[in-house]
């Protein structure tokens, strides 16, 4: 027999609701929404995998073209949403966070109810708050929002996620698709991910060579998949590792996009290092990925009982 609880009676829990959606989806024919939803899935059972202990209830679509889940904490809701971007790519999603209360009832009873233990059946404030970051985020044009109790930090956060959004707008295609490669291979997920994401890295590969091709159709080679995955191996770091160089640089411009990576890559793409090293100072990537650190470092220190 199924006890039933009302809400009033049910304690609350604090979680993270992350919501995202396609961006100008009802723009596309019908056979297009349909590769971008089936890239999507792909996409969601990835991010299952890579963020399995942070995730609560995990991603499901909530619609044809929106996906959400339920997290532990925001800075994993930012690193998930930063790495659903990267896969995406190059067709744009946006997200909403929202940190809040979840009726716990809901949330224990639907493991037991449903057996896929889907966030389509939980409710609360955090999904109210992820609607509303949503429904601005629209607004505003950006990839990113984050709405929660703390208005001063969802300020700061939203800050950096809409000067991150600007400048990665401003990029020529070029610059964007090297962009999109460093972050393959040093993508924004802590330590306790990485290896989840390295198992999850040939379904990746199969996402970027999806109309993805740059300089001389090079990406098309069988040679550069394998030797992104080498690369990917001897290269990738935690997140907290760039926040070290952060911390440790004293003077200039922050090289979270390290010259060594600049090397990496010119050899993978068959051209100069100074060429990637000039593609990457004229799209500001160091820039771009020193805001993105910010978001990250600011939800890490605001939201520690969220």
Known sequence: MIKITT???AMKIKRVALLADIVDSKSFEDKDRFVLQERLRKIKDILNDIFKINIMSPFEFSSGD?????????????????????LFYPFRIRCGIGVGDVNDMLYDESKELFDDGSSNYVDGKAYHLAKDALDIAKIRDDDFFIESEDR??????NYY??????????????????LNIFEYINPLIDSTSINNYKNNFNKCIELLKID????????????????????????????????DVMFDSHSGEVEILSRSSDIYISKLLSVSHQNISMIKKRGHMNKIRTTDLLALMCAERSYKNG
């Open 152 to 157: 001063f930090s969802d300020f700061q956060i």
């Open 7 to 9: 809400y009033n009676n």
């Open 161 to 178: 996620f809409s000067m991150s959004s600007f400048l990665r707008r401003k990029n020529t295609e070029t610059r964007a698709k090297l």
């Open 66 to 86: 929106s996906i959400q889940c339920l997290l532990s904490n925001p800075m994993v809701a930012i690193e998930c949403s930063y790495l659903l971007r990267t």
């Open 212 to 243: 993805n091709e740059i300089l001389d159709n090079y990406m098309y080679t069988d040679k550069f998949y394998s030797e992104l995955r080498n690369i990917m191996e001897l290269n990738i770091e935690p997140a907290e590792y760039f926040f």
